[in-house]
């Protein structure tokens, strides 16, 4: 990938932040950070604190690789002081970015449009549990909406564990869901700067994609060339990136979905500033595309002038 690194300026970094997800964006970020200097960018790595706008202010940044994953990074708020400040950034624009963190105004979007997106319930009290348990039937999945890397979810497989999984999704604050359980395959498909990428098939041998199973299991299979056929894949591909639009995303990001027994897909969440460790699903996806690791922070930093 041929690009004169001069036209970026000084590039900050932005990573850690204050969310529940901090350690993941550090380690993204000095990933990011370690690439753009690999391609002698002359980035800075910056982790973010609330001190955030007298640190940009004082190092007069010229452009800005936001890697924040979690609120505070990934919910719009960082965008929208980068926009005020006029300093062009990667990813979404800001209410791209505050839809797709918020997992229940995604699948309001998407079923406004007629996109298939797992049934749901919203718990706010027992009462709500004991009519979700009726409405969507065991298993269940229970998430709070706010929260990435599958923090505060659990599977429910029998009525006892619905109040106690209900209240620990609460503890993170915001609105708590709980979604019909989608007995297949789990897949991501990768999109970066209009196109989707070669799918991943996910295979964990948790109860589903958790936390551990994202970053400390070592049997989890990423599996890529995922196994459709061309024709499924292409077909799916549409999908998602209708979904991906659906909510306003530009430039890059990532959509996980479920496939069930009868080759139904089912819109799972967008994830608008995705891991960008070399392990993480993105880079994996843009290597079987053809695109190095360093070539894919390159191309995500190039996009930041078109993306808001």
């Not at 997992?103 to 996109?115: C, D, E, P, S, V």
């Not at 319930?121 to 706010?146: G, R, T």
């Not at 708590?176 to 498909?189: F, L, N, P, R, S």
């Not at 909510?247 to 139904?264: E, I, L, P, T, Y």
């Amino acid at each position: 990938m041929s690009v004169n690194v001069a036209q970026f300026g000084k590039v900050a970094v932005l990573m850690g932040g204050l969310s529940a997800e901090r350690e993941i964006s550090l380690l993204s970020g000095n990933a990011v950070l370690a690439a753009l200097k690999n391609k002698g960018v002359d980035a800075h790595g910056i982790d973010v604190s609330e001190n955030i706008v007298r640190d940009l202010a004082q190092e007069n940044f010229q452009r800005a690789f936001i890697v924040l994953h979690g609120r505070g990074g990934e919910d719009g708020t960082i965008q929208a002081l980068l926009k005020l400040m006029g300093v062009p950034y990667t990813g979404s624009g800001v209410m791209a970015s505050s839809l797709a963190m918020d997992k229940l105004k995604t699948k309001q979007i998407w079923l406004a449009m007629g996109l298939p997106t797992p049934d749901f319930c919203i718990l706010d009290s027992e009462q709500s549990c004991a009519q979700a348990l009726e409405k969507l039937s065991l298993p269940l999945i229970v998430k709070p909406v706010l929260e990435g890397s599958s923090i505060g979810m659990s599977k429910v497989e029998t009525e006892d564990e619905l109040i106690p999984a209900w209240k620990k999704a609460q503890q993170c604050g915001g609105t708590v869901i709980a979604e019909h359980w989608i007995e297949g395959d789990e897949y991501t498909a990768a999109v970066l700067d209009g196109q989707v990428l070669p799918m991943i098939k996910l295979e964990t041998s948790h109860k589903f994609y958790d936390y551990d199973a994202k970053y400390e299991s070592v049997d989890t299979q990423y599996i890529c060339p995922c196994g459709l056929s061309g024709e499924q894949e292409a077909e799916f591909a549409a999908l998602m990136s209708r979904a991906f639009n659906a909510v306003g995303a530009s430039a890059w990001g990532r959509v996980d979905f479920m496939v069930d027994k009868n080759n139904q897909p089912w819109l799972i969440e967008v994830n608008t500033v995705p891991g960008m460790t070399d392990h993480s699903l993105v880079p994996m996806a843009a290597k079987q595309a053809g695109l190095s690791f360093d070539d894919l922070v390159l191309k995500v930093l190039s996009l930041a002038e078109c993306s808001q």
